[in-house]
């Protein structure tokens, strides 16, 4: 093979470029252990006051790592008596974004990857754990899994993402108007937007 016509896998944007770099943890990161709390009180994977939310509570690990556990519910099912998989990806992608906290950066997904391995039945706590495993420029590799049975049960789902770092502008440019004046309004959300931010 050429070089001018790599192999598939160099060429995927979950394959971090030869001069990425190991992601830090911010040295104000919460300890591991330390509940990290919901970035926003209405999102859907993890905020306390959206009824038709996931309810994911998320953990500060070790490293540039978090876990978090999420229940399936009936309202989670695909198939009867199954979750569905777009909300199983869900799950993933909130606990990736909750690297956020380890790295104070403001991250968005960008692309997200996952493998389903094994159906998860209604009223399983799905155990998810995500790693940030490189970084490059903005972007921050991530890998996550969820296991089923307990922290060290067999995994269910994995994925693999690339996020990309924004600024705050990122959600007051694009939001909509109502929902990003009362955050701005809100000191609690302020300051949680901070809390991301490497010189808060
Ligand atoms: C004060 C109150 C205000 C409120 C504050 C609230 C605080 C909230 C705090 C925290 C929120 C966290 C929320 C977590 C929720 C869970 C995670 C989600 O579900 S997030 C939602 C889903 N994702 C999106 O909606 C992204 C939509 N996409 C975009 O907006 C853009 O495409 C964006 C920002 C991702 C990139 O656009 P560009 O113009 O900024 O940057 P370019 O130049 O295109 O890319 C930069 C680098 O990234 C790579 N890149 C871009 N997109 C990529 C992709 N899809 N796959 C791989 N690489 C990608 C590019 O190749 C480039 O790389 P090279 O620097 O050239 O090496």
Redesign the pocket.
């Known amino acids: 093979m050429s070089a001018a016509n790599p192999p598939a896998s160099q060429k995927s ?1 979950l394959v971090p470029p030869p001069d990425a770099t190991d992601p830090v943890r911010h040295p104000e990161a919460p300890a591991p252990g330390e509940p990290l709390g919901a ?2 009180d209405m ?1 859907f ?1 993890c905020g306390g006051g959206q009824p038709h939310g996931l309810h994911l509570a998320a953990r500060a690990g070790e490293g540039v790592s978090v876990t978090a556990e999420f229940t399936v519910r009936t309202a989670h099912q695909g198939a009867p008596g199954l979750a569905h998989g777009g909300v199983l990806t869900s799950a993933l ?2 606990t990736l ?1 909750s690297l ?1 906290w380890l790295m104070h950066v ?1 991250a ?4 997200l990857e996952t493998d389903f391995l094994q159906p998860v039945p209604v009223d399983t706590l799905l155990h998810l754990e995500a790693r940030a495993t490189a970084v ?4 921050i590799y991530a890998t996550a899994t969820g296991r089923i049975g307990g922290p060290d049960g067999p995994v269910a789902v994995r994925a693999d993402a ?1 996020f ?1 770092e ?1 600024k ?1 502008e ?3 440019e694009n939001g909509r108007q109502e929902e ?1 004046r009362a ?2 309004d809100d000191p609690d ?2 300051r ?2 901070r809390a ?1 931010e490497v010189n808060p």
Not at 136 to 139: A, N, T
């Open positions: 944007p970035h926003y999102c994977g992608d909130e974004g956020s403001i968005v997904t960008g692309r490059h420029g903005r972007k690339v990309i924004v705050v990122h959600f007051i990003i955050a701005m959300q302020v949680r937007a991301f």
